[in-house]
T-cell receptor
Framework: GAGVSQTPSNKVTEKGKYVELRCDPI?????LYWYRQSLGQGPEFLIY????????DSGLPNDRFFAVRPEGSVSTLKIQRTERGDSAVYLC?????????????FGPGTRLTVL | GIQVEQSPPDLILQEGANSTLRCNFS?????LQWFHQNPWGQLINLFY???GTKQNGRLSATTVATERYSLLYISSSQTTDSGVYFC?????????FGKGTTLSVSS
């Protein structure tokens, strides 16, 4: 596609439920990133994929968060037993590769609200 | 970890004025990007500028990597420039962002 796409654009769920957020990167981009942005803050890194593997998951806040990218393109961020503190905008970005020349392009985000 | 400080936090301008936004890093970064976050939350790429100077229309940016800072210049501001400006630097691959500068341009 022309840019990074994310679905859904909005997700409202109840505390304790499971959610999946999808990211479709720019075609041909091998590096994919997930970030989370809370109100009034800059985005915070969650996890980075190079191809199919998670090269860096140091930003995941706890083991309720998990992400996959099984075919090296689309990625899914999975959150188990959601908590109200998980409410935020989840942003996905992609870049052509994960080395030093690494301009990242962001999708429109998924706004997650946990009631 | 690396700290990113943006200044000023808020900026109010009259249309036509010029402004300078600053981004300081506590440690060296490989990559540096400036973004404009529009009212719908989309991060729009402005500059990819690990070092040197770039210009794009009324906007320009300079990064002095050895001194760990970057500047974004906006000239002849317009109301459509309003929004939040973020810088992000990557010591590795992931971007570390500042808290942003909120710019309001009035006509």
């Amino acid at each position: 596609g022309a840019g990074v796409s994310q679905t859904p654009s909005n997700k409202v769920t109840e505390k304790g439920k499971y959610v999946e957020l999808r990211c479709d990167p720019i075609s041909g981009h091998t590096a994919l990133y997930w970030y989370r942005q809370s109100l009034g803050q800059g985005p915070e890194f969650l996890i980075y994929f190079q191809g199919t593997g998670a090269a860096d998951d140091s930003g995941l806040p706890n083991d309720r968060f998990f992400a996959v990218r099984p075919e090296g393109s689309v990625s899914t961020l999975k959150i188990q037993r959601t908590e109200r503190g998980d409410s935020a905008v989840y942003l996905c970005a992609s870049s052509s590769w994960g080395g030093s020349d690494n301009e990242q392009f962001f999708g429109p985000g998924t706004r997650l609200t946990v009631l | 970890g690396i700290q990113v400080e943006q200044s000023p936090p808020d900026l109010i301008l009259q249309e036509g004025a010029n402004s300078t936004l600053r981004c300081n890093f506590s440690d060296s970064v490989n990559n540096l990007q400036w973004f404009h976050q529009n009212p719908w939350g989309q991060l729009i790429n402005l500059f990819y500028i690990p070092s040197g100077t770039k210009q794009n229309g009324r906007l320009s940016a300079t990064t002095v990597a050895t001194e760990r800072y970057s500047l974004l210049y906006i000239s002849s501001s317009q109301t459509t420039d309003s929004g939040v400006y973020f810088c992000g630097g990557a010591p590795g691959t992931a971007l570390i962002f500042g808290k942003g500068t909120t710019l309001s341009v009035s006509s």
